[in-house]
Nanobody
Framework: QVQLVESGGGLVHPGGSLRLSCATSIPGFSNNFMAWYRQAPGKEREFIAHITTSGITKYTDSVKDRFTVSRDNAKNTLYLQMNSLKPEDTAVYYC?????????WGQGTQVTVSS
């Protein structure tokens, strides 16, 4: 059974930072393409960032230069470091694993940016 468990969400002030984690039980984690998505209230789920098996990263324009995605293969864990947070970053954040076209989603963790 594949499991993805996000953690690290919470309430932060604008301009603050937060680090999300996604602990996985995915076999051969290091060989999986990983990504972060988010869904704001009343909005569709959107792509945030991804990281390939070789460590190549990509970000959507709205978070570029503020967010950093990384992975620790020894811990089978995906991370998302979020800096300079804005109220519009408020959303449920999901980690995603893609292994040769088979996609697995976590349950999400809530991030709220408010003063």
């Amino acid at each position: 059974q594949v499991q993805l468990v996000e953690s690290g969400g919470g309430l932060v002030h604008p301009g603050g930072s937060l680090r999300l984690s996604c602990a996985t039980s995915i076999p051969g984690f290091s060989n999986n393409f990983m990504a972060w998505y988010r869904q704001a209230p009343g909005k569709e789920r959107e792509f945030i960032a991804h990281i390939t098996t070789s460590g190549i990263t990509k970000y959507t324009d709205s978070v570029k230069d503020r967010f950093t995605v990384s992975r620790d293969n020894a811990k089978n864990t995906l991370y998302l470091q979020m800096n300079s947070l804005k109220p519009e970053d408020t959303a449920v954040y999901y980690c995603v694993a893609n292994h040769f076209g088979v996609v697995f989603w976590g349950q999400g963790t809530q991030v709220t940016v408010s003063s």
